[in-house]
């Protein structure tokens, strides 16, 4: 099966005399997957997923998502990329705060071009399955951390992404909150959704994810090949 | 804590903060230099012509003096009475009746020629308006303000025919100058004043004086006569006192005088309302900044010397910056006004210059203070929640209700933004508010003035005049002709010629042949123009147009009333109606020779003839009387299509050099007074643009980290830039929809006021110029100018890089 994500030697510099913050790495993502990124602070695990997302652009090398060289397009190619095929979730949610959750979940349809009515609909379905539709008129600075993760996995969802990227999750959330956010993200991966997950926290990792990749100054750790992995 | 710490955030806050740091110096850079030259506008326009008699020396008294009477050394004597301070001369001097070239040539009024060697001198400093200074014989400078009654503009180049001389020498017009005095109708080398003086003509000279004591009329008549003591008796055959001219000159640059001051203002409101938003704007922005700083120990006072001193800085470089941007834009703006103020230069005051300055300085000052000081007295916490994202709550309302327009989602989001920070939106409302009302202001101006221009020339409705030749002695003149609707083209116009000359029933059949017989004529009258007539209760004399045929055509826009429709009545000026007291309907009786003529006022006209001393009529109500009238000139009006100089051509060739035909153009200095309003418009509409080019680079640093969330979710590039010009679109459309009758407001005060300080009335017409597609246009304008200011910083907001947008707070 064709890889969802390649990516070929991708090197990433924000100076150049600096350290590189992501050095030669090679990775495949299978679709279906549910990838951990491991590391350190500083890392360079947020470069990676930031490449893959087409948030950043690589010094060197290539990104490939869903036969799409993301390296090579342009920021309006970027964004409609991201629009169709990416789902983005951040550790502190990044929700608007002056739009309702509602409109929250609907922008990236909405920025797409969605039909209103094909898109509340869609925004409905996710709210319900999500167990916030009671909140859909409530704005985010009223929603507990838990709440607001959901809103972010909503507007994530609404495109149907071929691929949900997951900054930290948890890390804003307390343990309890973030074990359910875990378990919903290996509810997505369970029902087919494609997942790569960034987290410092190995636990995390081993519970929700089907294979950990470990990055280290950039670099995928001794002994890990882009193709194996360790796999569970 | 030792002052480094301050200095140091301040520096880092300026680096930091690079597009906030140029935004404010760009502000205060334009904003002082529009005040600069605002206030010198302002300035200058309360006593225009005592500003330029200040700057160019103006003599209190022009005396003409016998040079056979007194020896050098007594006229240099002068110097030293106790009452002048300055005196020069003495220059020869001559008058002259110059003709244009070619034989019978187009002759001018008798004109004073002074020798000079050079245009300047501690008294009566001449400014060249173009060309250069007589640098030999046989070299003339025009003044540009000729004899009164006349305004025939003279291209360089021109070679004048000095006909009242023996042997009859040219003099080539090499130059145009200005004297605040109009001390002379041109200049010529000293050594040429002998070879134009006529055999048996006098000599004469010209003195000039400054006086320890002239601020009135006595003082200057006490002046005079102790110079005329000083002297042999006889010697000072005539003087002009400077209050005369003044005078004059006061009333010919009144009617100008609101218009430029509405600008000013304009300016200088707008400059103080934005650069206050723009500095207080950027300490407010800087509030988590304060949070932090004071959170690891900084005082408030600290605080407060850091951020004021990080607005500072770049306020005062911007200003001194200004200072000299205002100057520099004074010198063609200034220029231009002292154009249409007749008064040959203007200079921005010195006190201008210091006043600004210290003024936006204390104005920046305090825009940081109070924030500042705010800042200072909320808690470290306060401070960082205060420099987040606008209010919990504010906004919410407007996100929901335009979120359900049928509209493009990045324009509901940008169009409802505004409502996050009201203050902010007020300031950047008004601010475009005002630059829209001066685009609307100065478009109804214009158009208004070109109605005025148009009802001063005729030009569009009797675009060619023929002139017919008198048999005075001196060839064919212009006498008893409007002289200031004439335009002479250069050496190569005027189609008069020698030979016989016609009688006037003559005249009369061959040019009316001509007119009947010409492709192109639509209607023609003849006029007797210009006489002067003496009316019953006036003591000035009364210029009369006297009209053969139906004038109804001519172009003569009502004030009040109608035009005269039969004999036994009359049309009026404005002036006529105020110096006498009378109004339509009433009497008046004229004089001519021995014989009254009794007639109605039916109308009010617009005309500054004769300042609005003029009375128009036809024939027929004239019959009996012993007028002594004749046509002098036939008013042609033509078919729509027809080329006016074409007509005019093939008409001189037919009617032959014995006649001259001339189209008829507007006054030249119309187009100046336009390319001043067009200047200042801009200038106001670039001023309210910064004010949203830094409302929007507010907005976007207050906000990048949304921006950053925007793009990470799909917003491309085009949709951003949407979305952040829509974030003052809106607060623009309803600014020009503001605007626009503010404007109308502004114009139908100023023009009236102008028209009042003319002493002239206003037609409807001239005021009424806003037809319904231009207001829907000009309701647009706060939209433009919103949307030129936005553009720029949207452009960056989109080009930002989403991953460090999304890293920051």
């Known amino acids: 099966m064709d890889a969802l994500v390649r990516i070929s030697q991708v090197t990433k510099r924000y100076d150049n005399d600096g350290r590189p913050a992501v050095d030669g790495v090679s990775l495949e993502i299978a679709p279906g997957e549910a990838v951990a990124v491991m590391g350190p602070s500083g890392s360079g695990k947020s470069t990676l997923l930031n490449l893959i997302a087409g948030l950043d652009r690589p010094t060197s090398g290539t990104v490939t998502v869903a036969g799409e060289r993301v390296d090579k397009l342009s920021e309006t190619g970027l964004a409609r990329f991201r629009r169709r095929r990416i789902g983005m979730i951040f550790q502190f949610f990044n929700l608007l705060d002056d739009l309702t959750v509602e409109d929250n979940v609907l922008l990236p349809a909405q920025l797409s071009g969605l039909r209103s009515g094909q898109a509340r609909a869609r925004a409905a379905e996710l709210l319900a399955a999500l167990r916030i539709d009671r909140y859909r008129n409530a704005y985010p600075g009223r929603l507990s951390g838990g709440e607001r993760q959901r809103v972010a996995i909503a507007r994530a969802l609404v495109n149907r992404p071929e691929l949900l990227l997951a900054d930290e999750p948890t890390g804003a959330l307390d343990t309890a909150t973030g074990e359910e956010i875990g378990q919903l993200l290996r509810d997505l991966n369970a029902s087919g959704q494609s997942l790569v997950l960034v987290t410092h926290n190995p636990d995390l990792a081993a519970r929700y994810a089907s294979r950990t990749v470990q990055i280290v100054d950039g670099r995928l750790a001794d002994g890990q090949l882009a193709e194996l992995g360790v796999r569970r | ?809």
């Not at chain 2, 012509?49 to 005396?63: E, I, K």
């Not at chain 2, 039969?566 to 007291?581: M, W």
């Not at chain 2, 001043?676 to 680079?697: D, E, K, Q, S, Y």
């Not at chain 2, 640093?701 to 830039?721: C, N, S, Y």
Request: net charge positive; with cysteine; proline share 7%.
């Open chain 2, 1 to 809: 804590m030792s002052p480094g710490p301050v200095t140091r955030a301040a520096a880092g806050g300026l680096t930091r903060r690079r597009v906030q740091t140029v935004v404010i110096g760009l502000v205060l850079l334009v904003s002082t230099g529009a005040s600069v030259l605002a206030l010198a506008l302002v300035a200058d326009s309360s006593s225009p012509f005592d500003h330029a008699f200040a700057v160019q020396h103006g003599a209190h008294v022009v005396a003409t003096v016998d040079p056979v009477r007194a020896t050098s050394a007594q006229l240099a004597a002068t110097r030293r009475l106790p009452e002048v301070t300055a005196a020069a001369g003495a220059f020869a001097e001559v008058t002259v009746t110059p003709k244009m070239p070619g034989p019978g040539g187009l002759t001018m009024p008798p004109t004073t020629l002074v020798g000079r060697a050079s245009p300047g001198g501690p008294i009566d400093d001449l400014t060249l308006q173009s060309g250069h200074w007589a640098q030999r014989l046989g070299q003339i400078v025009l003044s540009s303000d000729p004899s009164p009654g006349s305004s025939v503009s003279m291209p360089l180049g021109t070679r004048l025919i000095i006909s009242s001389v023996p042997g009859k020498p040219t003099l080539t017009v090499v130059g145009i100058a200005d004297s605040v005095n109009s001390s002379a109708g041109g200049w010529v080398v000293p050594g040429e004043i002998a070879k134009l003086r006529a055999p048996g003509t006098p000599a004469a000279a010209q003195m000039l004086f400054r006086f320890r004591s002239a601020g009135s009329a006595a003082d200057v008549r006490a002046d005079v006569a102790a110079v005329a003591k000083d002297l042999p008796p006889g010697t000072v055959t005539g003087t002009e006192s400077y209050l005369a001219v003044r005078a004059q000159e006061s009333s010919n640059i009144a009617p100008w005088v609101p218009f430029v001051v509405a600008f000013g203002v304009i300016g200088l409101v707008m400059s103080v309302l934005i650069v206050a938003n723009v500095v207080s704007g950027a300490v407010v922005a800087g509030y988590q900044r304060i949070g932090i700083l004071k959170s690891i120990g900084f005082s408030p006072g600290q605080v407060v010397a850091a951020y004021t001193s990080q607005a500072g800085a770049p306020a005062v470089v911007g200003c001194l910056g200004g200072v000299v941007l205002g100057n520099l834009l004074a010198v063609p703006i200034l220029g231009q006004t002292a154009n249409v103020y007749g008064v040959g230069t203007l200079h921005v005051p010195v006190w201008v210059d210091v006043a600004v300055p210290l003024g936006m300085c204390a104005l920046v000052g305090i825009a940081a203070l109070v924030p500042s000081l705010r800042a200072g007295r909320l808690s470290a916490a306060q401070a960082i929640a205060a420099g987040r994202a606008p209010r919990q709550g504010r906004g919410y309302a407007a996100h929901r209700l335009l979120g359900r327009l049928a509209l493009p989602r990045p324009v509901t989001i940008g169009l409802a933004a505004p409502f996050a920070r009201p203050a902010r939106a007020a300031v950047t409302l008004a601010a475009i508010l005002l630059g829209a009302a001066a685009v609307t202001f100065a478009v109804g101006l214009g158009q208004s003035l070109g109605r005025v221009a148009e009802g001063l020339s005729h030009s569009s409705a009797e675009p060619v005049q023929v002139f017919i030749p008198s048999a005075s002695p001196g060839g064919p003149g212009l006498v008893g002709v409007h002289v200031s609707r004439v335009h002479v083209t250069g050496p190569q116009g005027g189609t008069v010629g020698p030979g016989h000359l016609p009688t006037d029933a003559q005249a009369q059949r061959a040019v009316t042949a001509a007119l009947r017989a010409q492709p192109g004529t639509a209607h023609y009258v003849g006029v007797s123009a210009g006489q002067m007539i003496t009316v019953a209760g006036l003591s000035q004399q009364v210029a009369m147009t006297a009209f053969h045929g139906d004038a109804s055509w001519t172009g003569y826009a009502m004030i009040s009333g109608h035009w005269y429709t039969g004999p036994g009545q009359v049309d009026v000026a404005t002036g006529f109606l105020t110096d006498t007291g009378r109004t339509v309907g009433d009497t008046i009786t004229m004089t001519f020779g021995s014989k009254q003529v009794t007639a109605r006022i039916v109308g009010q006209v617009f005309d500054t003839h004769n300042n609005g001393l003029a009375i128009l009529t036809g024939w027929q109500t004239l019959a009996g009387a012993d007028h002594g009238l004749a046509v002098d000139q036939y008013d042609i009006g033509l078919r729509p299509g027809t080329s006016a100089p074409a007509y005019a051509q093939a008409l001189g060739s037919k009617l032959g050099p014995a006649y001259l035909v001339n189209t008829n153009g507007r006054d030249q200095g119309f187009p100046i007074v336009l390319g001043l309003i067009g200047t200042l418009t801009l200038l106001l509409a670039i001023v309210a643009g910064l004010g949203v080019l830094n409302t929007v680079v507010l907005s976007t640093r207050e906000r990048v980290h949304d921006l950053g969330v925007f793009k990470a979710i799909g917003m491309t590039p085009r949709q951003t830039i949407a979305m952040v010009v829509c974030w003052v679109a809106g607060t623009g459309l309803a600014a020009g929809v503001i605007a626009v009758p503010a404007g109308i407001v502004l114009h139908h005060y100023v023009l009236p006021v102008m028209a009042a300080a003319a002493n002239v009335g206003l037609p409807a017409s001239f005021l009424n110029v806003y037809g319904g597609a231009e207001v829907a246009a000009l309701a647009l304008a706060g939209l433009v100018i919103a949307v030129v200011g936005a553009l720029l910083p949207a452009g960056w907001a989109a080009r930002a890089r989403t991953a460090s947008a999304l890293r920051a707070e």
